[in-house]
């Protein structure tokens, strides 16, 4: 049985690649502050609370664009959200909901896959309630999840909703590995 997969998506500087270092406890992916810098798709193996999947950080996802590197970024994209068992759309918590955020939301809902909505960027906005100035709801993907990639506040309780979403699977490698022996 294979692992279950999980997607990180949103549009470009909301703090993806952020997140997924943040997830893997060490750098893997670049982060800087203008767009355009994650192109392809880094893919993680990582475990929560004993349950293990691969998490996949994407290029920031921007909708009707004929730029070709925004065209190739969204099909690597597309090609995340299709593998995965469980999308998380990243929104910037201090800049509130985009234009892009409403396009990329439609995209999940009609995937129909089960979607983790992940505010970033609360590391400096103060008390846990500081998202009430931003209607994240409107977005329609249920309870909006704060999370502050750079410091790791509200990371726990984000990992508690996707594993709560991941479909049940096995330890695959172990059950599917081929060992072999050398000897002599």
Excluded: C
């Excluded at 921007?62 to 593998?83: F, P, T």
């Excluded at 931003?134 to 410091?151: A, C, I, K, Q, Y």
């Amino acid at each position: 049985m294979k692992l279950p997969v999980v997607a990180v998506v949103g549009r470009p500087n909301v703090g993806k690649s952020a997140f997924f270092n943040r997830i893997l406890g060490h750098r893997i992916a670049i982060v800087e502050d203008r767009p355009g810098v994650t192109r392809d798709r880094n893919f993680a193996r990582t475990e929560w609370n004993g349950r293990q999947f691969y998490i996949v950080d994407t290029g920031g996802m921007v909708e009707g664009s004929d730029e070709e590197m925004d065209r190739l970024i969204r099909k690597q994209v597309v090609a995340a959200i299709e593998e995965a068992d469980v999308v998380v759309q990243m929104v910037d918590g201090k800049a509130g909901p985009h234009p892009l955020d409403y396009q990329i939301a439609d995209h999940l809902r009609r995937t129909e896959r089960p979607t983790v909505l992940v505010v970033n960027k609360i590391d400096n906005l103060g008390a846990p309630n500081a998202l009430g100035h931003h209607d994240f709801w409107d977005l329609g993907l249920g309870e909006p999840r704060p999370v502050g990639s750079l410091n790791g506040k509200g990371s726990g309780d984000v990992l508690d909703a996707i594993v709560e979403q991941l479909p049940e699977s096995g330890d695959e490698e172990e059950a599917a590995a081929i060992r072999v022996a050398v000897i002599g």
